[in-house]
């Protein structure tokens, strides 16, 4: 059977199906239809409470988001690369270079599945998001110090450029509250794209600047003996970390509170197109 809803109804929908068990004898299987251009589409649009691009389908983000909480090969390579452009970067003071670990990093889809399961209490989910995390910032940054020393053996970089002023990029190792608003921020926006069905490639660049760097700029200081600033570095990703992680949660919690409240329409909601294949 396939049928067209309204966004702001498929919760209703999915919930019927997997109380009848479609899920555990069959398929379920959601799709974005895209333009639909359908009288019918129109009405069970008006029907349906709220604003589609507000609704949350609780199934569909739980498994997007799940998908990227494998800690793989890939994962992890992404993560590494970025970690060791972002300190080239740093060590040029090269706000240009940054950008670039904005596009490469992938820590935004562990961030926000960490999010997703803590909401709806996916404990396996959550482990695996935390595990991603845990062992890709450390691996990434170990790399980053090897990196560090052959570029400094290579003549390629040194101290000095650490030590030096960095009028650019010198924020990224001192914490102040302005990190925690600016994570924070980033972690809003974040789980809007994924909750709106928008995508998530430019939120997700927003989401590394606020963490890759932090990781590099460690594991250079480490990688040079400068423990001042490769505790603020330290401090500074974690406190990224932190605040994504509690404006996801809080954004997912207020927008479940929300549409716990809306009111149900006054008739059924109108489906679009439904046609059955045997």
């Known amino acids: ?17 997997r109380t009848l068990g479609i899920d555990e004898t069959g398929a379920i299987t959601i799709e974005d239809a895209g333009v639909v251009l359908s009288a019918s589409a129109e009405r069970a649009t008006q029907a349906a409470p709220g604003l589609d691009v ?24 992404l993560l590494t690369v970025a970690t060791v452009i972002a300190a080239i970067g740093l060590l040029l003071d090269q706000p240009i270079l ?16 960490l999010c997703v399961a803590l909401v709806r209490h996916r404990s396996d989910m959550a482990a695996r998001s ?7 910032f450390p691996a990434a940054m ?25 009028p650019l990029t010198d924020f990224i190792w001192r914490p102040d509250a302005l990190s925690w608003v600016v994570g924070f921020l980033a972690g809003v926006a974040g789980m809007l794209s994924i909750t709106s069905a928008r995508s998530g490639a430019l939120i997700g660049a927003l989401i590394s600047v606020t963490t890759v760097p932090a990781a590099a700029n460690a594991a250079v200081a480490l990688a040079y003996h400068a423990p001042a600033e490769a505790f603020g570095s330290a401090a500074q990703l974690l406190i990224n970390l932190a605040a994504i992680v509690a404006a996801g949660v809080l954004t ?19 489906v679009a197109q439904a046609t059955s294949h045997r």
Request: proline letters at 6%.
């Open 54 to 77: 507000d609704a949350v389908v609780w199934d569909e983000i739980e498994h997007r988001t799940g998908q990227e909480t494998r800690l793989s090969a890939t994962y992890l390579a």
């Open 130 to 136: 935390a595990i991603a995390l845990a062992v890709g």
């Open 252 to 270: 997912l919690g207020v927008q479940r509170l929300w549409w716990q409240r809306v009111p149900p329409p006054a008739r059924p909601i109108a």
């Open 1 to 17: 059977m396939l049928c067209d809803l309204a966004r702001e109804g498929v919760n209703t929908v999915l919930q019927a199906l």
């Open 98 to 113: 940054i950008v670039g670990t904005m596009v490469v990093g992938p820590e935004f889809g562990p961030l926000a599945a």
């Open 142 to 166: 170990a790399v980053t110090v090897v990196a560090t020393w052959a570029l400094t053996a290579a003549g390629l970089v040194d101290r000095s450029m650490l030590l030096a002023e960095r």
